[in-house]
């Protein structure tokens, strides 16, 4: 044994003189880095600090936390807001002396060095708080050579003559890691004890500063045995610089329990959800609030310890939860998806992307592009009657019909059958019972290019915009099928659409964030966006008068069996994709707008009864996705307000009957005659179709009289043929570079032909009579039990109609957008 200890004495002496030397070293240690670095042109001077990274905190708008963002727990808080009790604890576990030393303190790396060298296990640390902080960070990653130490020394002293004592104190603390992800004392206060820093004991304070020299090694959630161990080494330390006495620390060691999982302040206890989600991937990937790059936006998100306040309503989320809930339980998958919008505002007050939300690859399907059967006639309506056509206007929907591909000549689109009987009826009443037949007409005469044109300004959004890469998503086709839902569209799309019809033409942005703020409270983003008037505000209160009657029991809407509770105003659209693999429904009042899809968020899967069993009966637009439309509305609305909308104007003009371009159009006045127009079609009541086809709707269809021998009343003769007539029939406005038509034989009465410069547009020839002035059109009642007082009208009466020249931008998809003013009709007769 002698020999040994002997040995152990040679060792300490050598180490001694070590210890010796590197004071020494320690001394010099700025002429020495000067050496070291004297092939380089300037000294390396003090690198700036990266700011401080604080977690962002997200908001709904009652004030309630929704999400927190953190890349790791960091949560900077001022010296000030530390107690002193926590300041001397540390001080006490890792540095004693820092008010005393510059930076590196000799006598602490003696002593340190010496009393490691003599114990089993490491107990004191040579690095003052000054050279942990530079550690920390300015040297991450670097080898640790002996040019590492010098680098340390000299950063700590140049850090010291740079900042005060407090300054680097309050640095450390911000920023000295704890383990399992907490950086900084407030983060590891709330991971270990779920306090705030200014709750902790003295001795709780004193746990967290012995985890600072390994958090691993001593985590105790982990490794409890040794965690336990370093705690009795903080205790004799305390004992040893006398802020406890030995039977203090007796007490204090037998009384403190360890933490034995990862914890949390009670206010900062969030559920991640498909909104707080969707909130994080708008502001990195779809807006620039952050910043014009990803790193800048992603930095702010994650490290500049933001307050994001939301559009997000806790109610109506709850709301949307509970009626998305009416699905049934099925192994099918079938799930359904809710996004509802301040009508007004476009913000996003309720979002539900599936039955349940789980952060690990979540499709969000209000987000996700689907096929939205007939919902998206709601953009061809919107088209048609920006175009010029009224809700009154007749559309031929009667089924079979076909229709030429647009990018597949000799191709067609065949619709063979409806899910209910097409007919020769009003836009309205086509609307009310979804023809598809007379959609598909109504889209092709009005142009598709002009619906897709419209759909874009219609629905814009961060998701959906005009000049989006192909990577993002697939951009709205002017497919002829366009009309049964062959272009795909998401949820919040289809929202959003119905937004603009709903605040009478005015179209904005769907939006997340009302405003934020820094770390110090500023105000730094506050949403504004006046608004695009994308609808004239008459065509939009057309396009909602006819919308209501998708609620409506006479003609049969499609919604018909789940109007709002008490009569409350509405107006929507069902859609049903082919075999029920997609349905949807999207609905509104002046207050709120709200969309529905159900299906399969994984494949196209049949929603009959027979592939879900668990269903009661086939799932189509107009059923179980309304049904989840009116249960979330009613509980939304309920308590507000049953507003409407203003009634639109009288239409400026008789009802015309719309044809498909293809061939010529020649409109033959028959005859003037006084008809009885109470009951029929708003303002007017004209006119027969080809082979005597009535018009629907209850109107009477006239006989035809023998060729030439009925002309305008004797009251108003004709002018000479060289002029113009007095009076216009109902047509817009005349290109002028086409020939007018071939003249009719001279039996035939005086014929209004149809130029084609502008194709589609129409206006009456040099020939032709004039008619007899009109009275202006009736406005109609409401319909009622007992039918109102007959109402007259002078009209003309039509002979055979047909089609005209096909415009070049129906078939043809790289066709640019007609160059006429979007409210000129556009239609052939």
């Given at each position: 044994m002698r020999p040994v200890a002997w040995i152990l004495r040679f060792v300490a002496i050598l180490v001694a003189g070590a210890l010796l030397v590197t004071s020494v070293v320690v001394a010099v240690a700025p002429r020495l880095w000067g050496v070291a670095n004297s092939h380089e042109e300037a000294a390396v001077p003090l690198p700036e600090f990266e700011p401080l990274s604080g977690r962002s905190f997200a908001y709904d708008r009652d004030g309630n936390l929704i999400d927190i963002y953190e890349l790791e727990n960091s949560q900077p808080v001022e010296l000030t807001d530390i107690p002193e009790r926590v300041i001397s604890a540390f001080l006490a576990v890792e540095d004693k002396e820092f008010f005393e030393h510059d930076g590196v303190n000799l006598r602490s790396l003696v002593r340190a060095t010496l009393s490691n060298f003599a114990?089993?296990?490491?107990?004191?640390?040579?690095?003052?708080?000054?050279?942990?902080?530079?550690?920390?960070?300015?040297?991450?990653?670097?080898?640790?050579?002996?040019?590492?130490?010098?680098?340390?020394?000299?950063?700590?002293?140049?850090?010291?003559?740079?900042?005060?004592?407090?300054?680097?104190?309050?640095?450390?603390?911000?920023?000295?890691?704890?383990?399992?992800?907490?950086?900084?004392?407030?983060?590891?206060?709330?991971?270990?004890?779920?306090?705030?820093?200014?709750?902790?004991?003295?001795?709780?304070?004193?746990?967290?500063?012995?985890?600072?020299?390994?958090?691993?090694?001593?985590?105790?959630?982990?490794?409890?045995?040794?965690?336990?161990?370093?705690?009795?080494?903080?205790?004799?330390?305390?004992?040893?610089?006398?802020?406890?006495?030995?039977?203090?620390?007796?007490?204090?060691?037998?009384?403190?329990?360890?933490?034995?999982?990862?914890?949390?302040?009670?206010?900062?206890?969030?559920?991640?959800?498909?909104?707080?989600?969707?909130?994080?991937?708008?502001?990195?990937?779809?807006?620039?609030?952050?910043?014009?790059?990803?790193?800048?936006?992603?930095?702010?998100?994650?490290?500049?310890?933001?307050?994001?306040?939301?559009?997000?309503?806790?109610?109506?989320?709850?709301?949307?939860?509970?009626?998305?809930?009416?699905?049934?339980?099925?192994?099918?998958?079938?799930?359904?998806?809710?996004?509802?919008?301040?009508?007004?505002?476009?913000?996003?007050?309720a979002m539900i992307g599936g039955s349940g939300f789980t952060p690990e690859n979540q499709v969000n399907m209000a987000l996700a592009p689907r096929q939205t059967g007939s919902s998206i006639k709601i953009f061809v309506l919107a088209a048609a009657l920006q175009a010029g056509a009224l809700p009154d206007d007749i559309v031929d929907g009667f089924t079979d019909c076909n229709f030429p591909i647009v990018d597949q000549p000799g191709q067609f689109f065949e619709i063979t059958e409806d899910a209910v009987t097409g007919g020769l009826y009003t836009v309205e009443e086509n609307t009310a019972r979804s023809i598809n037949c007379a959609y598909a007409r109504l889209s092709m005469i009005v142009g598709l290019n002009r619906v897709v044109d419209m759909t874009y300004r219609m629905a814009d959004s961060p998701y959906l915009f005009q000049g989006q890469t192909p990577d993002d998503r697939a951009q709205i086709q002017p497919f002829t099928a366009y009309v049964t839902g062959s272009n795909e569209m998401s949820t919040l799309d289809m929202a959003s659409g119905a937004q603009t019809i709903a605040n009478e033409g005015v179209h904005h942005r769907p939006y997340y964030v009302v405003r934020i703020e820094n770390e110090r409270g500023q105000e730094i983003y506050q949403h504004f966006d006046a608004g695009t008037q994308v609808l004239d505000r008459n065509v939009a209160l057309n396009a909602i008068k006819v919308l209501k009657t998708v609620f409506g029991q006479v003609p049969p809407g499609t919604g018909r069996n789940f109007p709002l509770a008490n009569a409350r105003p509405a107006a929507g659209k069902t859609g049903t994709q082919e075999a029920n693999t997609n349905a949807t429904f999207v609905g509104f009042t002046p207050q709120l707008t709200t969309a529905v899809w159900m299906g399969d968020p994984d494949k196209y899967t049949s929603m009959d009864t027979t592939n879900v069993p668990e269903f009661t009966e086939d799932v189509q637009g107009g059923r179980l996705p309304t049904e989840i439309w009116k249960t979330f509305m009613d509980a939304a609305l309920a308590g507000r307000p049953a507003l409407d909308w203003p009634a639109p104007p009288p239409p400026s003009r008789f009802h015309a009957r719309l044809f498909l371009p293809g061939k010529e159009c020649v409109n033959r006045v028959v005859r003037y005659e006084t008809r009885v127009v109470s009951n029929g079609f708003a303002g007017s009541g004209f006119g027969s179709g080809p082979a005597g086809r009535g018009f629907g709707g209850g109107v009477e269809t006239p006989g035809t009289e023998p060729?030439?021998?009925?002309?305008?009343?004797?009251?108003?003769?004709?002018?000479?043929?060289?002029?113009?007539?007095?009076?216009?029939?109902?047509?817009?406005?005349?290109?002028?570079?086409?020939?007018?038509?071939?003249?009719?034989?001279?039996?035939?009465?005086?014929?209004?032909?149809?130029?084609?410069?502008?194709?589609?547009?129409?206006?009456?020839?040099?020939?032709?009579?004039?008619?007899?002035?009109?009275?202006?059109?009736?406005?109609?009642?409401?319909?009622?039990?007992?039918?109102?007082?007959?109402?007259?009208?002078?009209?003309?009466?039509?002979?055979?109609?047909?089609?005209?020249?096909?415009?070049?931008?129906?078939?043809?998809?790289?066709?640019?957008?007609?160059?006429?003013?979007?409210?000129?009709?556009?239609?052939?007769?």
């Open positions: 114990s089993d296990a490491p107990q004191q640390g040579a690095s003052t708080i000054t050279m942990q902080v530079v550690k920390n960070e300015f040297l991450a990653g670097l080898d640790r050579d002996g040019r590492y130490k010098l680098l340390q020394i000299h950063y700590a002293r140049m850090l010291e003559n740079e900042l005060s004592k407090p300054e680097i104190l309050e640095r450390y603390l911000n920023t000295v890691f704890f383990g399992n992800n907490a950086y900084g004392v407030q983060a590891a206060s709330e991971t270990y004890f779920a306090k705030n820093v200014d709750e902790l004991t003295f001795i709780e304070a004193a746990f967290l500063a012995g985890l600072v020299r390994a958090p691993t090694t001593y985590d105790p959630i982990n490794n409890p045995e040794r965690s336990r161990n370093r705690f009795v080494q903080v205790l004799e330390r305390l004992v040893e610089d006398g802020k406890a006495t030995r039977k203090e620390a007796r007490l204090l060691g037998r009384g403190f329990v360890l933490p034995e999982r990862v914890r949390s302040l009670p206010t900062e206890q969030v559920t991640p959800s498909y909104y707080s989600e969707a909130l994080r991937e708008y502001l990195l990937q779809r807006s620039t609030i952050l910043g014009d790059t990803f790193e800048e936006r992603y930095n702010k998100l994650y490290r500049g310890g933001l307050r994001i306040h939301t559009t997000l309503d806790p109610t109506m989320q709850l709301q949307a939860a509970a009626a998305r809930n009416k699905v049934p339980p099925n192994a099918t998958g079938i799930d359904a998806a809710v996004v509802s919008l301040d009508t007004q505002t476009s913000a996003i007050r060729p030439g021998t009925n002309g305008p009343p004797p009251t108003q003769p004709p002018p000479p043929p060289t002029e113009p007539p007095a009076t216009e029939p109902p047509a817009t406005e005349s290109p002028a570079t086409e020939p007018p038509a071939t003249q009719p034989p001279a039996t035939r009465p005086p014929v209004i032909t149809t130029a084609t410069t502008r194709p589609g547009a129409i206006t009456p020839a040099a020939t032709a009579p004039p008619p007899p002035p009109l009275p202006p059109p009736q406005q109609t009642s409401p319909r009622t039990t007992d039918p109102p007082a007959p109402v007259t009208q002078l009209v003309p009466v039509y002979d055979d109609l047909v089609a005209t020249t096909i415009r070049p931008d129906v078939l043809n998809p790289n066709a640019p957008i007609p160059s006429v003013p979007v409210n000129q009709a556009v239609f052939s007769c």
